[in-house]
């Protein structure tokens, strides 16, 4: 088998995307496709996400983001662009379990 380095692993197209996003039946199946496609996400660092590392409560000027203190490239942040309201609506089920 002839391994070609020059060549990128295809990125999905946004209509890939959306299909995926509009298969998924419940809240945790969205934010699985926002948190690999939209905020670029490793399969890894979904599985070990925690509540305490989303910044959701930031100044009109700032978007919200992930803290993470150890990636691979080291520590750093993900802008959330895109699904925080789905993301915010997942997050109050867990403060509702808290009681």
Same mark, same amino acid.
């Given at each position: 088998?002839?391994?070609?380095?020059?060549?990128?692993?295809?990125?999905?197209a946004?209509?890939?995307?959306r299909?995926l996003?509009?298969?998924t039946?419940?809240?945790?199946?969205?934010?699985?496709?926002l948190?690999l496609?939209?905020?670029?996400?490793r399969?890894s660092e979904?599985?070990?996400?925690?509540?305490r590392?989303f910044?959701? @409560?930031?100044s009109?000027d700032?978007v919200?983001y992930?803290?993470?203190?150890?990636?691979?490239n080291?520590p750093?942040?993900?802008?959330l662009?895109?699904?925080r309201?789905?993301?915010?609506?997942?997050?109050a089920?867990?403060t @509702?379990?808290? @009681?």
């Amino acid at each position: 088998m002839l391994v070609n380095d020059d060549i990128d692993t295809p990125c999905l197209a946004t209509e890939h995307v959306r299909a995926l996003y509009q298969a998924t039946d419940d809240q945790e199946e969205h934010l699985l496709v926002l948190a690999l496609c939209a905020w670029g996400l490793r399969p890894s660092e979904v599985a070990r996400l925690h509540t305490r590392q989303f910044v959701l @409560d930031v100044s009109t000027d700032e978007v919200p983001y992930i803290v993470f203190k150890d990636r691979k490239n080291g520590p750093g942040q993900v802008t959330l662009l895109y699904g925080r309201t789905v993301l915010k609506d997942r997050l109050a089920t867990f403060t @509702d379990h808290d @009681d």
